[in-house]
């Protein structure tokens, strides 16, 4: 069953409706579902879809001839190969037309490995769309995981398709009100912290069984050795990096708490210039990001290596908390050890994080809905030298603020926590403010009480948070 990914969807079907032809270009990390939407997308249309395979130029002509032959290219009558892409690609606008008159659709899956056998590629394909292809019934999806690639060698000044594309679409992890949809039956609790594991990855979450318990799954799919995602951060730093070693103790770090860069060079021992650019790599592909207070205007994040730096991907915290720590237990099988020395008691702390980020999301999908106070300009964390905010949400004029805070805790929340958020939210300076408690376990009666005389306090609980 395929799950979410509406708004990407909608974007694909607004390029294939248009009345143009169309180029567009999909990227995101590995594993973020990008061949399994374009797969759905392609459903009931006409579509030559080619997955290119890490291999040499001719092994790829060959491969993509067949599949072209097979779609009734008129050079199948006489060819067994095309010789080069630029006879390949001429072929497109040959293409027998669909018997209903619809556009064909066109995947390169992977399109960086085509390229990286054919560096000429992407002039050849500029050169045809500017005198052939853009006038052909055809919608043509260039696909790729190497993101780095594809934003310096597609979508920059200098490549030579730049300008040409009538569409980028970046996949992101699935958000997750749509993550959680994996696991109808298992509780809020237990969809929430599914999430603060897995992330919305769609593959990390296709693995865990629904029909099983969460503890079942975490034993099963990720601390028992041979398993998929028991070794999935290793493979993914493999194909990324080359200096896995460092790269790996930068991400301990950040797990560890560490989020400023002296802390983390102080604990990797690699020097703050050089530390710089295995972060900005790290920020690159998707594993960490570099955050700032909402209120950071934007000329301060610019300055040098500012900010803290916490990981972006839930699922590399999960493994590099309570997996790559815990590998020599793990591999002699002691996977129960593990989870009830290490992971249950942890859990919930480990999950707080994430649950902050839920909030955020939330409160930006509900501004988009309009049914807060006024519309959201940027949603964040805030902090300074002494206090913190969960979350706060700004709007456009820096005048309003709606500000959060977050527990992730079996016990209820209590107005104790709403004072101390008031007398944090006064270091905003905002004119007008507003506060949301978001928790896990609900609230005392005396806080229900009391938000329901003052409508300037929202509680929202775990069922509204997932509904």
């Known amino acids: 069953m395929f799950i979410g990914r509406d708004d990407d969807l909608s974007l694909l079907r607004d390029c294939y409706n248009d009345a143009k032809a ?52 008129p050079a199948g009558r006489y060819l067994d190969r095309y010789p080069d892409w630029h006879a390949a690609l001429s072929d497109l606008a040959e293409l027998p037309e669909p018997e209903d008159g619809r556009r064909r659709l066109i995947v390169f899956d992977e399109f960086p490995y085509l390229v990286k056998s054919d560096p000429s590629l992407p002039s050849i394909l500029q ?41 980028v679409l970046k996949m992101l992890p699935m958000p997750y009100w749509d993550a959680v949809k994996f696991f109808p039956r298992y509780s809020d609790e237990d969809k929430a912290l599914t999430y603060a594991i897995l992330g919305g990855v769609p593959q990390y ?14 034993k099963r799919y990720i601390l028992r050795r041979g398993t998929a995602l028991y070794s999935e951060p290793d493979v993914l730093m493999r194909e990324e990096f080359r200096e896995t070693g460092k790269y790996s103790t930068i991400i301990r770090a950040i797990a560890l708490g560490d989020t400023k860069l002296n802390d983390i060079a102080t604990h990797t021992l690699i020097p703050p210039g050089t530390l710089g650019f295995y972060l900005s790599s790290l920020i690159e592909v998707g594993i960490v990001q570099r955050e700032f207070p909402v209120t950071a205007r934007v000329t301060e994040q610019t300055k040098g ?9 839930d699922f590399f915290g999960f493994w590099y908390s309570f997996v790559y720590p815990n590998r020599s237990e793990l591999d002699s099988g002691d996977i129960d050890g593990v989870y009830e020395e290490n992971v249950r008691p942890a859990l919930h702390d480990f999950a707080s994080h994430a649950f902050e980020r839920m909030c955020a999301a939330w409160l930006m999908r509900e501004s988009v809905r309009g049914d807060l106070p006024f519309r959201l300009n940027r949603v964040g964390r805030w902090w300074d030298r002494t206090d913190e905010i969960d979350v706060a949400a700004l ?32 270091k905003l300076g905002m004119q007008e403010r507003h506060y949301v408690l978001f928790s896990l376990s609900g609230f005392t009666q005396s806080l229900i009480d009391l938000a329901a005389v003052d409508e300037s306090v929202r509680l929202v609980g775990l069922p509204e948070l997932l509904g």
Not at 205 to 218: A, C, G, K, V, Y
């Open 22 to 73: 169309q180029l567009v270009i999909v990227y995101g990390r590995r594993r973020i579902g990008k061949t399994e939407t374009l797969s759905h997308f392609a459903q009931d249309r006409p579509t030559l879809f080619f997955s290119a395979q890490m291999g040499t130029r001719e092994e790829q002509l060959s491969e993509f001839s067949r599949r072209m032959f097979e779609e009734g290219a």
């Open 205 to 218: 979450l296709s693995t865990f069984d629904p029909d099983r318990t969460l503890e079942w799954n975490i």
């Open 305 to 313: 290596m500012r900010g803290l730096y916490r990981l972006s991907d």
């Open 395 to 426: 709007d456009r004029s820096d005048n309003r603020a709606i500000v959060g805070e977050c527990k992730f805790r079996t016990t209820p929340m209590d107005p104790s926590m709403l004072d101390l958020l008031r007398t944090r939210a006064v």
């Open 127 to 167: 050169n045809l769309w500017d005198h052939t292809l853009r006038r052909r019934n055809l919608m043509i999806v260039l696909c790729g995981s190497a993101m780095s690639f594809i934003e310096k060698e597609i979508l920059s000044e200098k490549a030579p398709l730049y300008g040409r594309a009538t569409g």
